[in-house]
């Protein structure tokens, strides 16, 4: 198991016909998935069957695809990205979820979307997720290896890790050349963010500050990127120093009058909170869960733990 809760169903004789991983947000919505895993037309076992005879139509294609999502399955992204290949419309809703979570290289179909259309992914996703994945995978295959010795990504429990001995002298000159390249239009936020990752790699908070800063600074609209550097921070760095540029960083996207993204205003809150500014980060939150109401989401953990005194 990668993750808990994890459900399986067996069939009367024994055999793990269904997997379902995680929660769900109410009790009609597990019942749901219970239902198909109950189903023979839907039960996974059957579903490999039959995408190993051969079918490929975009209804079964769908359907697999999901359920295979809801048990953490690693061969979700290969079913995902053949079903976006029968999609003429890539730009729903539902279709730009799919290329967030499917699309990890350059040959994937939801690759040309986020180069060529990246403002219409981020109205159905998140402001700069589409430009962070396609930077993400830039570093996957042209930085990695100048990164890491025999360097490979591995994704175990949602998680993902890289393997490989650090190289503690790249050539960042021979890096950037090679982006210019392949993506001259991508070529110098992927170095910047390439060497954030380096010095993170490396636990070294300072100089992580340090190039983040550069980032935030030339692509401060890239608010997913910004918040997640400063999650970063809040997470592993204790330097004061540190902590407040992630704070400075942090607050015009944690406090915006239009915010209404519960993870901005959660890790602004709790930087300050870190800070030792706990009653402005306790308004913080305060005025994000009234504000938020049931979209709040984490954000009311958040305001209980503060409450308690237990972050």
Known sequence: MNAY?????YSPKGQLVHTIVGGSPDAKRFLAKLQEGIDPKTQLIN?????????????????????????????????????????????????????????????????????????EFDKQTNPGLGR??????????????????????????GMVFYTGEINKNINWDDVHTKL???????????????????????????????????????????HYQVMTYANNI????????????????????????????????????RLLYKLGQKEEAMTIVNNGVAKLGDKAYGLKDTQDKMKKGEL
């Open 132 to 157: 962070m994945i396609a930077c993400g995978i830039m570093f996957d295959e042209i930085v990695l290896p100048f990164e890491r010795a025999n360097g490979k990504k591995e994704t175990k429990g």
């Open 234 to 269: 809040m997470l592993f760095a204790e330097d004061k120093a540190c902590l407040t540029q992630a704070a400075d960083w942090a607050r015009p996207i944690g406090t915006a009058d239009e915010v209404n993204n519960n993870w901005y205003i959660d890790v602004y809150a």
């Open 47 to 119: 579903m490999r069957k039959q995408y190993a005879a051969g079918d490929r139509t975009p209804e079964f294609l769908h359907t697999f695809a999901n359920n295979l999502m809801q048990s953490w399955d690693p061969q979700t992204n290969e079913v995902l990205n053949l079903y976006l290949a029968t999609q003429k419309n890539m730009l729903t809703k539902e279709n730009a979820q799919f290329i967030m979570i499917a699309t990890g290289k350059s040959t994937d179909p939801g690759f040309k979307v986020l180069l060529n259309n990246e403002e």
């Open 180 to 222: 210019k390249a392949a993506y001259p239009d991508y070529a110098d936020e992927v170095l910047i963010k390439s060497k954030v990752k380096y010095y993170r790699d490396l636990n070294n908070w300072p100089k992580f500050t340090e190039q983040a800063t550069g980032y935030t600074k030339r692509y401060e609209k890239n």
């Open 5 to 9: 809760p994890t459900y399986l169903i």
